[in-house]
């Protein structure tokens, strides 16, 4: 039950949208910050977006700043990423984490070490 669950992804044209769902445990979202990585073929996973435990504190990477938006819905235990204005190298799979601090809003956010629980993936692609 700590292991979120990602669904959502597919294929979609450049400039079009797409929105990311991550169900985790109640516990999860009221205790631990969570976030949003993707991994491309052959290339190192990569940080895109976060969220504090609290939901105060949003951030993202500079690739997607505009384009994404990081929420979440504390009555469905689900986290979001809306996706628009999607390009080519947006093409990854996308992982829900979660956070390895409780309570925690800080600047461990970014590199994949920083969280502890992953979901199993879903596929983005986006033709040219």
């Known amino acids: 039950q700590v292991q979120p669950v990602e669904s959502g992804g597919g294929l979609v044209q450049a400039g079009g949208s797409l929105r990311l769902s991550c169900a985790a445990s109640?516990?999860?979202?009221?205790?631990?910050?969570m976030g949003w990585f993707r991994q491309a073929p052959g290339l190192e996973r990569e940080f895109v977006s976060a969220i504090s435990w609290s939901g105060r504190r949003l951030y993202y990477a500079d690739s997607v700043k505009g384009r994404f938006t990081i929420s979440r819905d504390t009555n469905k235990n689900t986290m979001y990423l809306q996706m628009n204005s999607l390009k080519p190298e947006d093409t990854a799979v996308y992982y829900c984490?979660?956070?390895?601090?409780?309570?925690?809003?800080?600047?461990?956010?970014?590199?994949?070490?920083?969280?502890?629980?992953w979901g199993q993936g879903t596929q983005v692609t986006v033709s040219s």
């Open positions: 109640g516990r999860t979202f009221s205790t631990y910050g």
């Open positions: 984490a979660v956070n390895r601090r409780q309570y925690y809003s800080g600047s461990y956010y970014k590199s994949p070490d920083d969280y502890g629980y």
